[in-house]
């Protein structure tokens, strides 16, 4: 590139940057353009060309280099294109943009139209063209109709015929009858979107070029004037400059209004629709991969710029191209975030579209009113609520958006609303003095819609019907200097806008409470960047709705937010970033007017109250014009060059055009603020100058791709780049997949950390099930990157599918090293399960005859969250990449998969995610049929090895129970199917005492989850039967799940540890055993220590979220749970546990104390308070339907189930209250003993009344049976 063109220094502020011209070189003659992927079977005029950059001016600015590859293949995007004239020759506008490395943009706008080819050789190649392809058409409707007699009358040979037919009478070229058109572009190159402004100014120049009558001056003037002597307009001002024929109008949104968008919302909704834009909208604030599709460039770009506008606050940051030329078609393969448009081809669809990857993929056809989107797809927040609102803007602007005859019924119902507010807006129905559009009004109704397109076919302009007050004539004179449906379409994009962006405020409203502000000065912050957490997620989210959760969850983990809390941080330092300032600004508003924005839960759905306010702003912004530019006029140019002539672009003589004006004093006493914007853009450099090392590792550590994935690099296309653009995607998947599983593992182990504390055996969170749903996602784009062939829309499914096809020819099974010898699910006890087989490939059995997944994108992602929970998706991975010629025959050299260190290192990023356990499948798969293996292990030694009566057995968990089974007579083990039980809980297990040998000493039983491989262990160590123990014929029996390691996997693989109830009870504390006696007695203080420990655990459990909670069965029934703690309490000061050789229970003691409130509640004494009262006969109530109901539970079961029940219904303190009063204590129980103790027994009761704050719900297996 030349240097700095004199002028150029101004070019900040500048209206545009460059004037450049497109089109064919004749010199270079016809050349065809490879890159495009056109078919040389089309005709020479179907065909695509190569066009080149015939002219910029200037030639270079020093705020915006030029870029001449990128704005040649950005102009033409499919290259040249010929016509005839019998061809359409309309000329088209579209617009493009540029955005680079850092993220800054650059605007083009294009219009294209068709020029006489003057250029004999160019004529004659192309007549040379047609020869060849008429020939080898006829010698190939010759060589088919040769073959067979017969063909010719079938409907394809009529079909080519035909075609052949249409293709002489329509599309040919005769040199000698014909003439040659070809396309040529000229192009405004600006720092800002001013699309209306750039459109007209073209239309002008383009009228002037085909105009019978000479411009009034030569057109170097007119783009001399647009370069160097339009000023941009200043913030919150309009501007009037001057085109060819007519003057044009800009404005510029205000410092704290919302940022310019100069495209047409309006026609966003009339191509898509209101509920499309809703759903393409969601996708973009997730940062899924968005392709647009469709043959018009304008219509890419109008979409893709309108979707990231009303993203405000928030900024997509991930590879933005709208308009993807066809030579970079490669980059659909960046296994990254990305939001591209694609034109598409004359007269193709959506199945002949081939994509690397779409499992994370919404393609949206615009051409078609179409959006395809990826599966797992969570509703937008307050969605019903926004379309409402959104709704009764487009209808009052007169909009309907495809399908709208479809929905007719809400359609109407909107319009009655529309109609019930002029009604009850305290005017008495009277329209305001406004004009009124009366068609509005009457837009459902069909005549008026065929006699409006009527008038629209026939160029007619429909007059609005203006009612109320007249106006005046100095507003017919002045012209409001804009066309009403231009101003129509600012007001309608500005309301809009505002919808969303006070859709925002509400949501995020308290953001900055969450905000972890954990650095003291920008360095430091900058350097500990990836291993900060700067928002505080967890309690965010819990102050959430539960609808609005699977939508925030995965929002709160975009980059877009991200970048946003970050910029909110730096705010500290250095000044704040545009939006996030006009956002803050509308919170600080807020508050400022004591109006607290409503919480999103909020039933009501506030809607925007500054919409007629942000209307009328841009109406009186463009009503009266602030700056007026230079008038366009004669320049120091030698006179005869570049003749006038119709429908050419003459030669420009580019002398007068490389440089602009020596003095611009003009533009600093018509804009006072250019100087500072000068200044402030020159500080604004001179900090990032001083930053740069600091904000390069900020964005190289911070972002999670990097900054050099942002973008792809549009003006070079040599191999070597191509090759080091996809060395940056490996290095940026690898990046990824390290911060990803460093996030899991941090956070499953703060989780377990607490839990620990809890007595918890595990949680499942939202936000884990967010990043899990992440990982998925980014192992599909893995597998998706340098595919030779796609093959379904799972890369990964379709690699998994291979693989097990190839197994299945194979005369040998090929096993893992954990499959050869599956004894990591081995038990230590002398009786264990059978061993459960570990294979990749019966893994993907269990997915495939899942009948609830219907799709490849489904199974592979329930195959990944499997492997995770069985802690087997690096092993299974690696298995699945040894063999090396599949990998070979379905990637590309540079994929991914096919990087060696990189594929070592990301197989052991997902290693380190075993050191945590996940019930990612099972938790999410709640209605799946899974196998069940369960066995009972007695005490051998003690008793029988099997007992003679009939057993039954009961499996219950979160999700539910399995119900009653019978075990087969003789055996041990039993295998069943039922729903998913999810996490298992308790077992309740029992006989019919029948046979003789009935009484039956258990140790425990085991039970396997078959798919998972979850094994449980419930302990009993209790007999069953009568007159033996407390005489129980069942048991419920609590649950925790085992770990199993082998031998061989010590070393290899890190495990969870065993789980521990609760660790910070520092001392255990033994129950009675068989017998009834305690082997080792605690003392009050470790018992009284119990209780509070148990309680405690207790309220934490109901402080959690209701989804993130354990299992409360385990607080109350397990170890060292609240039955256990108050097991403790009774058997402290026990006397002896025999007399006269027979067993003494807890339950015993009750039901003497039952007997005597029952015989004191007949004889009734004066002195018993109501309260008390109440409790004797609650007890007694609870006692006797506890010993009446049908079930064969012994003593302890009985006294379980009573506490059970007196902590459910708030009952327990009083009762704890009425046995330490009962007479019958002091002969059962020792002087010394705890109840007998008046302040330790109240110090019980008032723990135990915190438990009456929560709503405690037992579990089925606990309450079954009893009436209560």
């Known amino acids: 590139m030349s240097g700095t063109a004199p002028g150029a220094s101004s070019a900040p502020c500048r209206f545009a940057h460059y004037f450049v011209i497109c089109g064919i070189e004749p010199d270079s003659g016809l050349e065809a353009d490879e890159l495009t992927g056109e078919n040389f079977d089309q005709s020479p005029l179907r065909r695509n060309f190569k066009s080149k950059v015939l002219a910029h001016y200037p030639q270079n600015v020093e705020w915006n280099p030029f870029d001449q590859d990128a704005v040649n293949m950005l102009c033409m995007p499919k290259g040249l294109s010929f016509r005839t004239q019998a061809d359409n020759r309309d000329p088209q506008f579209h617009s493009f943009i540029i955005t680079r490395e850092d993220g800054s943009r650059t605007y083009g706008f294009v219009l294209t139209f068709y020029e006489e080819v003057t250029?004999?050789?160019?004529?004659?190649?192309?007549?040379?063209?047609?020869?060849?392809?008429?020939?080898?058409?006829?010698?190939?409707?010759?060589?088919?109709?040769?073959?067979?007699?017969?063909?010719?009358?079938?409907?394809?040979?009529?079909?080519?015929?035909?075609?052949?037919?249409?293709?002489?009478?329509?599309?040919?070229?005769?040199?000698?009858?014909?003439?040659?058109?070809?396309?040529?572009?000229?192009?405004?190159?600006?720092?800002?979107?001013?699309?209306?402004?750039?459109?007209?100014?073209?239309?002008?120049?383009?009228?002037?070029?085909?105009?019978?009558?000479?411009?009034?001056?030569?057109?170097?003037?007119?783009?001399?004037?647009?370069?160097?002597?339009?000023?941009?307009?200043?913030p919150g001002r309009s501007l009037k400059f001057y085109g060819v024929y007519d003057s044009i109008i800009c404005q510029r949104p205000g410092p704290h209004e919302l940022p310019l968008l100069d495209f047409s919302l309006r026609e966003l909704f009339e191509q898509l629709g209101l509920d499309h834009i809703i759903q393409l909208f969601t996708c973009v604030l997730l940062e899924m991969q968005i392709l647009l599709y469709s043959q018009d460039c304008q219509r890419l770009m109008t979409v893709a710029d309108c979707i990231t506008a009303l993203l405000f606050p928030f900024q997509w940051q991930h590879v933005y191209v709208p308009i993807l030329p066809a030579s970079l078609i490669h980059f659909l393969d960046a296994p990254v975030p990305y939001l591209m448009g694609l034109q598409s081809k004359e007269g193709t669809d959506r199945s002949k579209l081939e994509?690397?990857?779409?499992?994370?993929?919404?393609?949206?056809?615009?051409?078609?009113?179409?959006?395809?989107?990826?599966?797992?797809?969570?509703?937008?927040?307050?969605?019903?609520?926004?379309?409402?609102?959104i709704a009764e803007?487009?209808?009052?602007?007169?909009?309907?958006?495809?399908?709208?005859?479809?929905?007719?019924?809400?359609?109407?119902?909107?319009?009655?609303?529309?109609?019930?507010?002029?009604?009850?807006?305290?005017?008495?129905?009277?329209?305001?003095?406004?004009?009124?559009?009366?068609?509005?009004?009457?837009?459902?109704?069909?005549?008026?819609?065929?006699?409006?397109?009527?008038?629209?076919r026939t160029g007619v302009v429909v007059e609005t019907m203006e009612i109320g007050s007249p106006t005046v004539n100095d507003e017919k004179d002045s012209k409001l200097w804009f066309r009403k449906e231009e101003m129509q379409d600012y007001k309608l994009n500005v309301q809009i806008r505002e919808i969303f962006a006070n859709h925002f405020t509400v949501m995020f409203a308290e953001y900055e409470s969450f905000i972890i502000h954990s650095a003291h000065d920008l360095e430091s912050w900058l350097t500990n960047r990836e291993q900060m957490q700067n928002f505080d997620k967890a309690s965010f989210l819990s102050d959430q709705p539960e609808p609005y959760l699977p939508f925030l969850s995965h929002f709160i983990e975009t980059q877009m937010f991200a970048t946003f809390i970050d910029n909110?941080?730096?705010?500290?330092?250095?000044?704040?970033?545009?939006?996030?300032?006009?956002?803050?600004?509308?919170?600080?508003?807020?508050?400022?007017?004591?109006?607290?924005?409503?919480?999103?839960?909020?039933?009501?759905?506030?809607?925007?109250?500054i919409l007629k306010e942000s209307a009328q702003a841009v109406e009186q912004r463009l009503a009266k014009i602030d700056h007026t530019a230079i008038h366009p006029h004669l320049l120091d140019m030698k006179i005869g060059q570049g003749k006038y002539e119709q429908g050419f672009l003459p030669k420009l003589q580019s002398d007068v055009l490389s440089s602009g004006p020596t003095n611009n004093n003009r533009w600093a006493s018509r804009n006072s603020t250019t100087q500072r914007r000068k200044d402030r853009v020159r500080q604004h450099s001179e900090h990032l100058g001083l930053d740069s090392d600091l904000r390069e590792k900020y964005m190289q550590e911070a972002r999670s791709l990097g900054k050099n994935l942002r973008q792809p690099k549009l003006s070079d296309l040599s191999p070597a780049v191509i090759a080091q653009t996809n060395w940056k995607f490996v290095e940026g998947l690898l990046k990824e997949c390290r911060m990803k599983t460093k996030r899991m593992l941090v956070d499953k182990m703060?989780?377990?950390?607490?839990?620990?504390?809890?007595?918890?055996?595990?949680?499942?969170?939202?936000?884990?099930?967010?990043?899990?749903?992440?990982?998925?996602?980014?192992?599909?784009?893995?597998?998706?990157?340098?595919?030779?062939?796609?093959?379904?829309?799972?890369?990964?499914?379709?690699?998994?599918?291979?693989?097990?096809?190839?197994?299945?020819?194979?005369?040998?099974?090929?096993?893992?090293?954990?499959?050869?010898?599956?004894?990591?699910?081995?038990?230590?006890?002398?009786?264990?399960?059978?061993?459960?087989?570990?294979?990749?490939?019966?893994?993907?059995?269990?997915?495939?005859?899942?009948?609830?997944?219907?799709?490849?994108?489904?199974?592979?992602?329930?195959?990944?969250?499997?492997?995770?929970?069985?802690?087997?998706?690096?092993?299974?991975?690696?298995?699945?990449?040894?063999?090396?010629?599949?990998?070979?025959?379905?990637?590309?050299?540079?994929?991914?998969?096919?990087?060696?260190?990189?594929?070592?290192?990301?197989?052991?990023?997902?290693l380190s995610l075993n050191a945590v356990d996940y019930f990612c499948f099972t938790n999410v798969f709640t209605t799946i049929?899974?196998?069940?293996?369960?066995?009972?292990?007695?005490?051998?030694?003690?008793?029988?090895?099997?007992?003679?009566?009939?057993?039954?057995?009961?499996?219950?968990?979160?999700?539910?129970?399995?119900?009653?089974?019978?075990?087969?007579?003789?055996?041990?083990?039993?295998?069943?199917?039922?729903?998913?039980?999810?996490?298992?809980?308790?077992?309740?297990?029992?006989?019919?005492?029948?046979?003789?040998?009935?009484?039956?000493?258990?140790?425990?039983?085991?039970?396997?989850?078959?798919?998972?491989?979850?094994?449980?262990?419930?302990?009993?160590?209790?007999?069953?039967?009568?007159?033996?123990?407390?005489?129980?014929l069942e048991r419920i029996l609590i649950g925790e799940l085992l770990t199993f390691v082998s031998e061989d996997d010590l070393g290899k693989q890190s495990r969870t540890p065993p789980q521990q109830k609760s660790p910070t009870m520092t001392r255990r504390l033994s129950l009675p055993s068989l017998g009834g006696k305690s082997l080792?007695?605690?003392?009050?203080?470790?018992?009284?220590?119990?209780?509070?420990?148990?309680?405690?655990?207790?309220?934490?459990?109901?402080?959690?979220?209701?989804?993130?909670?354990?299992?409360?069965?385990?607080?109350?029934?397990?170890?060292?749970?609240?039955?256990?703690?108050?097991?403790?309490?009774f058997h402290h000061g026990f006397k002896s546990s025999r007399i006269f050789q027979k067993n003494i229970f807890i339950w015993d003691f009750i039901e003497s104390a039952v007997a005597y409130f029952e015989t004191t509640d007949q004889i009734g004494t004066e002195g018993d308070s109501l309260l008390r009262l109440s409790a004797y006969k609650t007890l007694c109530h609870y006692v006797n339907a506890i010993n009446t109901a049908p079930r064969n539970i012994g003593k302890d079961g009985k006294f379980q189930l009573l506490v059970c029940l007196g902590t459910r219904d708030r009952l327990l303190p009083q009762w704890i209250s009425a046995l330490a009063e009962c007479p019958t204590i002091t002969r059962m129980y020792e002087e010394t003993a705890l109840l007998r103790d008046h302040i330790v027994a109240n110090s019980l009761i008032r723990v135990l009344q915190i438990l009456e704050e929560f709503n405690i719900t037992l579990e089925s297996s606990l309450a079954k049976g009893i009436g209560i």
Not at 979 to 986: D, E, H, S
């Open 355 to 389: 994509l690397p990857q779409e499992a994370n993929l919404c393609f949206v056809d615009i051409d078609n009113h179409f959006i395809e989107l990826p599966e797992d797809f969570p509703q937008f927040p307050n969605q019903l609520g926004l379309v409402r609102e």
């Open 1080 to 1129: 080792t007695k605690p003392n009050a203080g470790q018992i009284q220590e119990g209780i509070g420990e148990a309680v405690n655990n207790i309220v934490k459990h109901f402080h959690k979220p209701e989804k993130e909670r354990g299992n409360l069965t385990v607080l109350l029934c397990g170890e060292y749970g609240l039955v256990s703690a108050l097991e403790q309490v």
């Open 568 to 609: 909110k941080i730096m705010s500290q330092w250095e000044e704040k970033d545009p939006l996030l300032k006009v956002f803050d600004s509308r919170l600080e508003k807020m508050r400022l007017y004591n109006v607290r924005a409503p919480s999103l839960w909020s039933p009501l759905y506030q809607k925007c109250s």
């Open 393 to 456: 803007v487009l209808l009052e602007f007169g909009i309907s958006s495809p399908g709208s005859q479809r929905d007719s019924e809400n359609s109407t119902k909107l319009k009655n609303l529309v109609l019930d507010e002029l009604v009850n807006d305290k005017k008495n129905g009277n329209i305001p003095s406004n004009t009124i559009n009366m068609f509005e009004l009457l837009k459902g109704n069909e005549t008026i819609a065929r006699l409006q397109a009527l008038a629209k």
């Open 929 to 1032: 049929i899974i196998p069940y293996r369960s066995m009972i292990i007695p005490i051998k030694k003690l008793s029988n090895a099997i007992t003679t009566s009939n057993l039954w057995i009961c499996v219950s968990g979160e999700l539910g129970d399995s119900g009653v089974m019978q075990i087969p007579k003789n055996s041990l083990e039993m295998t069943f199917e039922c729903q998913n039980l999810g996490k298992l809980t308790t077992v309740q297990i029992g006989h019919d005492n029948s046979g003789l040998l009935a009484n039956w000493l258990v140790d425990c039983v085991m039970v396997r989850n078959e798919i998972t491989g979850h094994t449980y262990r419930f302990p009993c160590g209790r007999w069953l039967g009568k007159g033996v123990d407390d005489g129980s």
């Open 119 to 234: 250029c004999k050789q160019i004529c004659t190649a192309m007549q040379t063209l047609y020869q060849m392809h008429n020939a080898e058409q006829y010698s190939s409707v010759c060589a088919s109709s040769s073959c067979s007699m017969d063909s010719l009358a079938s409907s394809s040979d009529e079909g080519d015929a035909t075609s052949l037919s249409k293709l002489h009478r329509y599309d040919t070229y005769d040199i000698s009858k014909d003439t040659l058109y070809v396309s040529k572009s000229i192009c405004l190159i600006t720092p800002l979107p001013f699309t209306q402004a750039c459109k007209r100014y073209l239309t002008q120049f383009y009228t002037a070029i085909t105009s019978q009558q000479p411009p009034p001056l030569p057109l170097e003037s007119y783009i001399y004037n647009i370069l160097y002597e339009v000023p941009l307009p200043p």
């Open 750 to 910: 703060g989780n377990e950390a607490v839990e620990l504390g809890h007595g918890e055996v595990n949680i499942t969170g939202l936000e884990e099930n967010t990043l899990i749903a992440s990982l998925c996602d980014l192992l599909e784009r893995i597998w998706s990157h340098g595919l030779q062939v796609k093959q379904g829309k799972s890369a990964l499914w379709s690699h998994l599918h291979q693989y097990q096809e190839w197994e299945k020819k194979q005369e040998q099974i090929i096993e893992s090293p954990v499959a050869a010898g599956a004894e990591r699910r081995r038990s230590d006890t002398a009786m264990s399960l059978p061993l459960l087989r570990v294979s990749l490939v019966q893994d993907m059995r269990h997915i495939q005859n899942m009948s609830e997944i219907k799709t490849d994108v489904g199974r592979a992602r329930a195959w990944i969250r499997l492997s995770l929970e069985k802690k087997l998706l690096s092993q299974h991975l690696k298995q699945l990449l040894c063999y090396q010629g599949l990998t070979k025959k379905l990637y590309k050299r540079y994929a991914f998969l096919r990087c060696e260190d990189e594929k070592e290192q990301f197989l052991f990023h997902l």
